[in-house]
């Protein structure tokens, strides 16, 4: 480890276990409880254990968000007064922002720089935004059935389960806390067991504001057991979820059972297209960061990339050009753009889709395998390929890496076709200086989100 981490590490010590929290009290640890290693992507350092909550740990957990929602004062505060707490939630995260950039980057190995510039601000912003949003939230009022007049007003459902991923800790169940409890919800979080440090003390900084016990609660552990222990809690009003689209068929499933509502924001295999009418330097700087940011691990990536056949050598070439130039490292080193991907099994994912390229005949432009620099840790090179067609494997499945496949297209049509031969539609992104192009591929590809001449604009 470097000196960074020593000097971090003295500062903040790493928890040696990670238990539940549940109405704003750590549970004990207990020899009983089964024990999940946390390991750093960093190094392979065993950095922490996480304590799987039981289910009886989940019922505790469940009863007390139950208990906050039907008796407590939050559901029944004003939204000023919740407003108040939220704002709170916010600069205590902002006070605390080194130690939980620190936590996110040894546990999920996303680079400190892109953590303190995004995910920790995000993180608390999301917690003003939605008190804002709930701010301004109202009913509806009809009245055409003279001489009644029917009312529809905003009501907070009750508990969430919260289930989140590894890519995004910090940023992504931030946002989940943040949206439920906004309207008066109260939740318990099952972050994931890959990723469970920054967020652990997250939910320990937000019982040091006002806010009532029992509001947000933690537990932690394997999917398959605590996780889907949560979802399936009759106590659970309502489930949100991030993660893989298959998993997303699980809990859809199991929340179905109970009849609950569940919010999924799943997978991606999002096109980029790139046509001749385009800013090339804009392009580039987009592709690079469609693919390559976050470790490359994102569900809005950029990771179809279809250039115009005119340009196509060009555009790939200084690709190439680029990728091979991009720091791969330690994500504590400032220096660094890429860090390891998140954990040993993902990486081994990541890299049997060379293979699978290879089988499918797509050719090598660069990358291809583990990063040889670091003799520790799960570090791949920026990698991409050209495919042999859309219908290719690494054109149609989720690898979730810095793994970019790329297909070239005469005219705007085409590439419309192949970005909507897909089983995904989360985003899809479009260059061109073009107005008529660039209305025809925003209305015509069929995805969540279109960006055009910029990539990851979220706000
Ligand atoms: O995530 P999972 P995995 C994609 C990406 C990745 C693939 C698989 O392609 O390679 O998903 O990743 C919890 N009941 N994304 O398997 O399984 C789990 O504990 C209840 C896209 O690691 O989706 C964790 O907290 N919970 C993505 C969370 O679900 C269950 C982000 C996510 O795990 C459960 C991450 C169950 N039966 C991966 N099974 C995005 N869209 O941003 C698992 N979990």
């Not at 840790?377 to 793994?403: D, H, V």
Request: charged content about 20%; glycine content about 8%.
């Amino acid at each position: 480890m470097n000196n960074m981490y020593q000097e971090f590490n003295e500062k903040f010590q790493i928890k040696k276990c990670v238990t539940s929290i549940i109405n704003g009290e750590p549970t004990l640890i207990s020899k009983n409880e089964d024990i999940i290693p946390v390991i750093s992507p960093i190094n392979e350092i065993h950095i922490s254990d996480l304590q799987q909550s039981s289910n009886s740990e989940v019922d505790q957990a469940v009863s007390a968000a139950r208990e906050a929602f039907d008796n407590g004062p939050w559901p029944r505060m004003s939204v000023d007064e919740r407003k108040k707490v939220m704002l709170q939630i916010r600069d205590i995260l902002k006070e605390n922002a080194e130690e939980l950039a620190f936590l996110e980057c040894i546990n999920a190995g996303l680079t400190m720089e892109y953590i303190k510039s995004m995910h920790v601000i995000r993180a608390g912003w999301n917690f003003e935004f939605f008190s804002e949003v709930a701010s301004q939230a109202s009913g509806e009022s009809y009245t055409q059935t003279k001489p009644y007049l029917s009312i529809v007003t905003r009501e907070p459902i009750g508990v969430g389960a919260l289930i989140g991923p590894w890519n995004a800790p910090l940023a992504l169940c931030s946002m989940k806390i943040a949206s439920c409890i906004a309207f008066g919800n109260t939740c318990v979080l099952k972050p994931s067991e890959y990723t469970p440090l920054s967020l652990h003390k997250v939910v320990e900084l937000i019982h040091k504001t006002d806010i009532p016990k029992g509001v947000v609660n933690l537990v932690n552990g394997n999917g398959k057991i605590t996780g889907d222990a949560l979802v399936k809690h009759p106590g659970v009003d309502v489930v949100s979820f991030t993660g893989g689209t298959s998993t997303g068929a699980i809990i859809a499933g199991r929340a179905n059972e109970g009849l609950k509502p569940v919010a999924l924001e799943l997978g991606g295999k999002s096109a980029n297209i790139i046509t001749n009418s385009a800013n090339l330097d804009r392009a580039m700087d987009g592709t690079i960061l469609g693919i390559y940011s976050n470790n490359g691990q994102q569900c809005l990536a950029g990771s179809r990339i279809l250039v115009q056949e005119d340009i196509a050598n060009e555009f790939i070439d200084k690709f190439i050009e680029r990728s091979k130039k991009i720091r791969v490292g330690d994500p504590m080193v400032k220096s660094t753009e890429i860090g390891p991907v998140c954990h040993e099994e993902h990486m081994n994912r990541v890299l049997s889709y060379c293979d699978i390229a290879k089988n499918e005949g797509a050719e090598l432009l660069t990358g291809g395998e583990r990063d040889s620099l670091h003799e520790k840790g799960f570090y791949l090179k920026p990698t991409a390929y050209m495919a042999k067609s859309n219908e290719s494997r690494i054109c149609q499945e989720e690898i979730f890496g810095p793994f970019a496949s790329f297909l070239t297209f005469k005219e705007i049509d085409e590439a419309i076709h192949i970005a909507n031969s897909s089983s995904f539609g989360l985003v899809g992104y479009i260059w061109s200086d073009n107005l008529p192009t660039v209305m025809k591929a925003s209305q015509n590809i069929r995805a969540g989100t279109i960006w055009v001449n910029t990539p990851m604009t979220r706000n």
